[in-house]
């Protein structure tokens, strides 16, 4: 059993910066891959960014140049840092684990980027 727990959500101007973490209890392995969604309201749930702790990370192209996913398989985080946010980046980010048997999300964390 996975629990993700998100933090670092919250109000910036456009142009400002966040750094996303979420902490996972449980065994991460280094075959384990974390990864970034987000919702909008009325819009589905989008990836944004991918890490696997043996080394694989990708950002999507919507976020490239301007988001970063990044991990600590000792801590069992996973980071994203997000520079130049836009006002349509605005939205609740999930974490997410997948298994061979479910998925696991956190509760979300809310991004909101207004002037």
């Known amino acids: 059993q996975v629990h993700l727990v998100e933090s670092g959500g919250g109000s910036v101007h456009p142009g400002g910066s966040l750094r996303l973490s979420c902490a996972a209890s449980?065994?991460?392995?280094?075959?384990?891959?974390m990864a970034w969604y987000r919702q909008a309201p009325g819009k589905e749930r989008e990836l944004v960014a991918t890490l696997n702790f043996g080394g694989y990370s990708n950002v999507e192209d919507s976020v490239k140049g301007r988001f970063a996913i990044s991990g600590d398989i000792a801590k069992n985080t996973v980071y994203l840092s997000m520079n130049n946010l836009r006002p349509e980046d605005a939205a609740v980010y999930y974490c997410?684990?997948?298994?061979?048997?479910?998925?696991?999300w956190g509760q979300g964390t809310q991004v909101t980027v207004s002037s």
């Open positions: 997410n684990l997948p298994r061979w048997d479910r998925q696991y």
């Open positions: 449980g065994t991460i392995s280094s075959t384990d891959s």
